[in-house]
């Protein structure tokens, strides 16, 4: 038999997946599930019974935790990324780490394709071929869900025609758990009006009484809470996120370009991931020049852009990380925050690198540094250019 590799996660599209490839194609269908923070060590288990139930032939797990976060979270977070202005690419950018991890597991047991349960309309299915044709050129890559046309409805009913059980109602929704946040997809999404209802996000709002916490970070990492620091920046993320989600922070819906050209909605939670990024960007504002920041903006912009739409491997995404990487030098301190029931606020921060100082003169108040006399000079020269221009146009009509 031709073997397949599949990217399982034990939901509805590859439950369908798994079946639909053994059964109606004839494949040894290998699943894997890489796991790059949203499964827990019941769910993986559980992951693994379901597949065993399916008849297929092996289901390994990749943990890649720790990888997806030095490969892309932590640019996330220098960069200050929210896909406009709103999303904190919190799934999407997993298929960049997942999609490497398989095709790594294909070429090492020799597998003749590789499989994905991506639908037709979405972004997911450039991200994983993108990366697949780039590094396994030769092997054929299965989505029987895009090729099919199939319906969330047309799946479900084909899963019930082969015994199989599990919580369809529950499989309305799409939902796609990881470290830097969790996407929602249902009814709602598909309409422009409409949100999400509550008992769609996967936290329930639990707490009302207002927290504040502390974040601390060193040349750019998330490194601490609450004066307590963790061994790797993932924990702190996983930390947080335990503390602020049942606030029910990190709730939105974004609406944006897919890279096959059609608008798009997806709801999401991701509490720790923008309490980070805002965090984190309040100490930039405080710790870097005007111009690195001009210029972090600009290239931020476009490798968010660049990543959400899969092209990971083109070399100028590390070019721009080299950048990136080298702006956080200074970027370290304390940000405090405070937690309230779905919002929070940045209440300051505390640096050794804060430009913010007194003893150079206080913003509106005083000055120490430069004479009256000195600003009128300073101001007849950077507006000079402007004036002429206004003179010359005023005498010539």
């Given at each position: 038999m031709k073997k397949v590799v599949l990217a399982y996660s034990g939901g509805l599209d590859t439950t369908f997946c798994g079946l639909y490839l053994s059964k109606e194609?004839?494949?040894?269908?290998?699943?894997?599930?890489?796991?790059?923070?949203?499964?827990?060590?019941?769910?993986?288990?559980?992951?693994?019974?379901?597949?065993?139930?399916?008849?297929?032939?092996?289901?390994?797990?990749?943990?890649?935790?720790?990888?997806?976060?030095e490969k892309v979270i932590k640019f996330l977070v220098f960069g200050n990324i929210l896909k406009n202005q709103t999303y904190p690419l919190s799934v999407s950018t997993e298929r960049i780490v997942q999609a490497q991890a398989l095709a790594e597991y294909a070429k090492a047991i020799g597998a003749d394709a590789i499989a994905h349960g991506s639908t037709g309309a979405g972004n997911d299915q450039v991200r994983f071929d993108m990366?697949?044709?780039?590094?396994?050129?030769?092997?054929?890559?299965?989505?029987p869900i895009r090729d099919l046309k199939l319906s969330r409805e047309q799946e479900i009913d084909f899963l019930k025609t082969q015994g199989v059980e599990m919580d369809f109602e529950k499989s309305k929704y799409s939902v796609n758990k990881g470290i830097w946040g969790t996407s929602v997809g249902g009814a709602e999404t598909l309409t422009s009006d409409q949100y999400l209802p509550d008992d769609a996000f996967p936290t329930p709002i639990s707490k009302t009484e207002a927290e504040e916490i502390s974040l601390t970070f060193k040349n750019g990492a998330f490194i601490g809470l609450n004066d307590k620091d963790f061994t790797h920046?993932?924990?702190?993320?996983?930390?947080?996120?335990?503390?602020?989600?049942?606030?029910?922070?990190?709730?939105?819906?974004?609406?944006?370009?897919?890279i096959i050209g059609i608008k798009g909605r997806v709801g999401f939670e991701a509490a720790a991931a923008l309490i980070i990024i805002k965090a984190h960007h309040l100490l930039e504002k405080h710790t870097l020049t005007k111009w690195q920041i001009f210029w972090k903006n600009q290239l931020s912009e476009f490798y968010g852009n660049h990543l959400h739409e899969g092209h990971y491997l083109d070399p100028v995404m590390r070019n721009i990380e080299a950048m990136l990487l080298d702006s956080q030098e200074k970027v370290s301190g304390k940000v405090f925050v405070k937690l309230k029931p779905e919002h929070f606020i940045l209440k300051g921060i505390e640096s050794v690198h804060d430009l913010m100082s007194s003893e150079f003169g206080s913003y509106g108040e005083m000055n120490l540094g430069w004479t009256a006399d000195d600003v009128k000079g300073f101001t007849k020269i950077t507006g000079n250019q402007t004036a002429i221009y206004h003179q010359i146009n005023k005498e010539n009509g």
């Open positions: 194609l004839g494949y040894e269908v290998h699943a894997v599930l890489v796991n790059t923070g949203g499964f827990s060590t019941e769910e993986l288990k559980a992951a693994d019974t379901k597949s065993q139930k399916l008849g297929i032939a092996s289901f390994t797990v990749i943990d890649r935790l720790e990888e997806f976060y990366i697949f044709q780039i590094l396994l050129p030769e092997i054929e890559i299965i989505t920046p993932t924990e702190a993320i996983q930390a947080l996120e335990k503390i602020a989600s049942p606030f029910g922070i990190g709730r939105d819906i974004h609406v944006g370009d897919t």
